[in-house]
């Protein structure tokens, strides 16, 4: 079956076949971490709804290597190589339907740093980033570039665990992650919203251990006392629609 008719296990129907690129993920680490709601309100929209999962939000970082862009219409190869990317989000709702919002994208890609962050409306970062795999173990670090007050860095190590399953509906595991659009903002206070599309995630248990992070201190987020949670998947292609005024 298609990626694009492969929908059923979607909250909402696809808005229109007319997505313009498709993407390719892979060896993705999710770590996310507890968080009231009260904590991230002010760094979101007013307009959205913070998502929560028995009232409780969650923050996350998700570490990932960016393996093809391919845009609609053109050959079946990669207009860049591949490149790591990490990123900050959490999870709103507006209008009833459930997205992930962005806090922050580091990327060590110049074209997804100067054009997507334009496009899209997100808060993409230029970062130094490495991932590198020595065995089942994965090795990341993450320095941004150009910081004004203080060097802003991620680095860690994870190890998925063998057993791979698809998290069942009504979970913690589903919750976090199968999400099929991004809600933005402009500095008018518009609001944005970007379909996504993918099968469902193949997730593995992980363990890992990040050495350093600073990547909340930004938003005064202080989570260094609260036991995050980790999972991993080798990844799923994706279908990108263009980003379009919600409000």
């Not at 960016?66 to 845009?71: A, D, H, K, V």
């Not at 709702?93 to 110049?110: A, C, E, I, T």
């Not at 994870?158 to 809600?183: I, N």
Request: glycine residues 4%; proline residues 8%.
């Amino acid at each position: 079956m298609k990626l694009i008719n492969d929908t059923a296990h979607r909250p909402f129907l696809l808005t229109s076949e007319n997505w313009i690129m498709r993407q390719t993920w892979r060896n993705l680490l999710f770590v996310h971490w507890p968080i009231s709601p009260e904590t991230i309100r002010e760094h979101i929209h007013p307009s959205l709804q913070i998502d929560t999962f028995n009232g409780v939000a969650w923050l996350g970082i998700v570490v990932f290597e960016l393996e093809g862009i391919y845009p609609r219409g053109f050959p079946p190869i990669s207009i860049l190589p591949p490149f790591p990317e990490i990123n900050v989000r959490t999870y709103v709702q507006y209008n009833g339907k459930p997205g992930v919002y962005f806090l922050s994208l580091d990327v060590s890609d110049w074209a997804s740093y100067t054009l997507a962050k334009r496009w899209f409306h997100l808060p993409y970062h230029s970062a130094n980033i490495s991932i590198k795999q020595k065995d089942l173990s994965f090795h990341f670090e993450s320095i941004r570039k150009k910081s004004k007050i203080y060097p802003i860095l991620c680095k860690g190590t994870f190890s998925p665990l063998p057993e791979v399953y698809f998290p069942k509906e009504g979970t913690l595991d589903h919750w976090l992650t199968e999400r099929y659009c991004l809600f933005s903002t402009n500095n008018k206070g518009r609001i944005f919203c970007g379909e996504i599309h993918h099968r469902p995630w193949p997730l593995q248990k992980a363990n890992s251990e990040i050495y350093k992070n600073n990547l909340f201190s930004p938003f005064k987020i202080d989570l260094s006392g609260v036991q995050p949670i980790s999972h991993f998947s080798k990844g799923v292609d994706s279908l990108i629609w263009n980003i379009r005024k919600a409000y």
